[in-house]
């Protein structure tokens, strides 16, 4: 299970090149892994499930024609069933990081300049997210990505919010982490991975997407559909992004590539709104507190 890793975009709508599993029909090593993140496998039972679709078709008829809120709809191994393979989807340089141990070795594979992402860990006190480049300050003298007395060209207030951005700057906090034995080294996450925008080309790291297994043809009556900026989610095991409200209303279809992923969806109304008044921005890794299992 230590061995997982996990490479994703977001849901409510899934394509798993790994198995989706409900309870009833877990296999030993799921339930083991579900079990290692300190969930019940009980929760996976309907009606709390995720809704399974069979093929591709029932696929798209969801993504198309239904409604989506409060619903999950998972299309087992649709990586192949949409053609939407690593070696048709990423460069070799990027598919030849995703086999790295962890994700500071990740980063460190990847040419960073042309790159742009944040990354963040887990707290192990507060269970809450928190930047990597604030943690590594804590350390000593924060890492910079510039000689001592260098000049920049730009004014300082966006000279220090461009070096505050450099996917470099980060990687270099995250190694600092990782060699000082920091506590949340392990759960390292790398969050809207993309590439530097350029006039010329879309800043999505995936050379293929859904639209394209759908056909332009018919992406063009639906009221929307982008995927130039989609970014990627890297992480190691027991990572991931704490609860939140997504930034975009519209419906995402998240591929996961590598590893398992555990999604929660709490509904909208009072339920929602109680469970992100106690634990916003936590992430449920184990152990979990007792507000997370209420």
């Given at each position: ?27 030993s ?6 079990a ?36 999950l ?14 070696e ?48 590594a ?22 000279a ?6 450099s996917?470099?700057l ?36 995936c050379?293929?997407?859904c639209c394209?297994?759908?056909?332009r ?45 555990l ?32």
């Open positions: 299970a230590a061995s997982q890793r996990l490479f994703a975009s977001k849901v409510p709508f899934a394509m798993s090149g790994t198995a989706a599993r409900t309870h009833a029909c877990m296999t090593q799921e339930a083991a892994l579900v290692f993140a300190g969930w019940q496998p009980e929760l996976f039972s309907r009606p709390r499930a995720a809704r399974e679709v069979p093929d591709a078709d029932s696929f798209w008829n969801a993504v198309l024609t239904e409604e989506h809120l409060n619903d709809v998972v299309l087992r191994n649709g990586i192949d069933l949409l053609g939407l393979q690593e048709s989807v990423f460069c070799t340089d990027l598919r030849r990081a995703f086999d790295a141990p962890s994700v500071s070795e990740f980063l460190a594979r990847l040419d960073l300049r042309e790159l742009q992402a944040n990354v963040e860990c887990i707290d192990p006190d507060s269970k809450l997210q928190r930047d990597v480049l604030e943690l300050g804590s350390l000593g003298p924060a890492p910079s990505q510039k000689p001592a007395g260098a000049q920049s060209p730009l004014p300082e207030t966006q220090a919010v461009a070096e505050r951005s996917l470099e980060k990687a270099k906090a995250a190694a600092a982490l990782r060699s000082s034995g920091h506590s949340t080294a392990s759960s390292l996450y790398v969050c809207e991975l993309r590439r530097q925008p350029l006039a010329d080309r879309a800043t999505s790291c050379q293929k997407d394209d297994s759908l056909g043809s018919n992406v063009q009556w639906t009221a929307l559909w982008g995927h130039d900026d989609d970014g990627l989610f890297v992480g190691g095991p027991l990572s991931g992004k704490g609860l939140h409200v997504d930034q975009r209303p519209e419906s995402n279809i998240g591929k996961n590539w590598r590893g398992f992923k999604f929660a969806l709490w509904p909208g109304g009072s339920v929602g709104d109680d469970v992100l008044q106690s634990c916003y921005g936590e992430v449920f890794s184990p152990p979990l507190t007792t507000k997370q299992t209420a």
